[in-house]
């Protein structure tokens, strides 16, 4: 069955603290692998794309890194701007050309100033 | 260029009523795609459909729940007999063809009293 895991759930960090947040999958056919922020009451907003192992992106202070199973959203010297929910998302193909999103539950992010 | 507009975003209705809820996608969007998340949880996929046509309903409850996204107008949302486990926000995305990159809306909250 695919399926994404994120982890942590949760992480709280200080001003400046870099860290990386986790997403691991096991799907058939890969298809892309996205990243969105969300943030309270809000719906969530693209980040990144990624297609390949070894493909990097990088936007601010976030940068994103795929193997051929997990994926990693570093950040450095995070600030509280960057506090939100932090969703994974694995595209796999459907009937037809179409394709699917299977998502992970996302890792919430607070950076304390 | 108007990004995804969602309508009620906040509707209150008593048990056994309708709901409707209403999705404009951005322009030149004809994949539209349902989600539905509960506090604390992650998004929950329900349907994806394309001008007129279901792609995947997969995530849908099979009883109450129905979507459409007809030619001309939003796409709908209906859910028939409330009951107080659909109390959630319902978000809305669109895409110009299958991808991964999806524009959300902000949601639309509902309570069932």
């Known amino acids: 069955e695919d399926q994404v895991t994120q982890s942590p759930e949760a992480l709280r960090l200080q001003e400046g603290e870099s860290s990386s947040l986790n997403c691991s999958y096991t799907v058939s056919g890969l298809r892309g692998l996205f990243w969105y922020r969300q943030d309270p009451g809000k719906g969530p907003e693209f980040l990144f794309t990624l297609y390949s192992a070894g493909e990097e992106k990088e936007k601010e202070r976030l940068k994103a890194t795929l193997t051929k199973k997990e994926s990693f959203l570093h950040i450095t010297a995070p600030k509280p701007e960057d506090s939100a929910t932090y969703l994974c998302a694995v595209q796999v193909p459907l009937a037809g050309n179409n394709r699917k999103l299977i998502w992970g539950l996302g890792t919430s992010l607070a950076v304390n100033p | 260029n108007a990004g995804v507009m969602q309508n009620p975003r906040h509707l209150v209705r008593r048990r056994g009523q309708e709901a409707r809820l209403r999705c404009s996608p951005m322009?030149?969007?004809?994949?539209v795609y349902w989600y539905r998340q509960l506090p604390e949880e992650g998004l929950k996929f329900m349907v994806y459909l394309q001008k007129e046509n279901i792609i995947d309903e997969s995530g849908m409850p099979k009883e109450r729940f129905s979507a459409e996204f007809p030619k001309e107008g939003p796409s709908i949302l209906r859910i028939q007999q409330v009951v107080r486990g659909d109390s959630a926000a319902y978000f809305c995305?669109?895409?110009?063809?299958?991808?991964?990159?999806?524009?959300f809306g902000e949601g639309s909250r509902l309570t069932v009293l």
């Open positions: 995305a669109s895409s110009p063809y299958s991808t991964g990159e999806l524009f």
């Open positions: 322009k030149g969007h004809s994949h």
